[in-house]
């Protein structure tokens, strides 16, 4: 779908906390269907508290979620995960003491056979069939988000949530991470990138929004964001 499209992810007026401390404060954003949106902000911006609501690890004090349409909030992670929208949190979330043809097996719990899940990933990471042997907690920081990645293409993805997936890695890998990211939006797969690091983002985002302070202060295209981003940085 184009930029254009129908939202495929709503959010009005969501509020959140952590026990009495409110980090969102009513925010609102349309994501297109079929396309990458990237939700800049710095460190403490309220990015990742939104991917928590958004895949059902926090609920909402006041307002709502709606996925393609259908109100998904306060929707369990499991429940989301079975509709479709599937999370790759910071710091990667593979299993490390479990093989890598292992860490692929665990991804059968949306209703796909092992062969099936294998086929897909090493099609798309052949270094993951090269080290489909080895610990996952081994491989290389790349690998490892390969591996994470990896859970998307298992089943009917409809909207991938990716948390800081260049964080420690190499300008030439996030280069790669990034190039699958437009690829999975290809294929319509609605992708929601949170990232500290603007320019990368912006790079393959159909849209982008600034958030800081639990609110969104900007939104429109990569084009009208990039100098936005910068001020909100600064």
Not at 58 to 76: R, Y
Not at 204 to 219: C, F, N, Q
């Amino acid at each position: 779908m184009s930029p254009g499209a129908a939202p495929a992810v709503t959010v009005e007026g969501v509020h959140a906390a952590y026990g009495r401390i409110e980090v969102l404060h009513g925010v609102d954003l349309h994501v297109p269907g079929g396309s990458v949106f990237a939700l800049l902000g710095p460190n403490g911006a309220g990015k990742t508290t939104l991917l928590k609501v958004l895949n059902g690890r926090l609920h909402t004090t006041a307002g709502a979620v709606s996925i393609e349409g259908v109100k998904a909030s306060p929707w369990s992670p499991d429940r989301l995960a079975r509709a479709g929208v599937i999370a790759i949190p910071e710091g990667r979330g593979v299993f490390p003491n479990l093989t890598v043809r292992d860490n692929l097996r665990m991804w059968t719990y949306r209703g796909v056979t092992a062969a099936e899940v294998e086929e897909h990933a090493y099609a798309q990471f052949p270094r993951l069939k090269e080290r489909r042997k080895q610990l996952a907690g081994t491989l290389s920081g790349g690998e490892q988000q390969m591996l994470a990645i990896s859970r998307a293409l298992a089943g009917d993805t409809r909207v991938l949530l990716l948390d800081e997936i260049s964080m420690g890695l190499a300008p030439i890998v996030v280069a790669q991470l990034y190039e699958l990211v437009e690829a999975i939006a290809a294929r319509g797969i609605t992708v929601i990138l949170v990232e500290q690091f603007a320019e990368t983002a912006l790079g393959v985002a159909g849209r982008a929004a600034i958030m800081l302070h639990g609110r969104i202060t900007h939104e429109g295209t990569p084009a009208e964001m990039a100098d936005a981003a910068e001020t909100a940085y600064l």
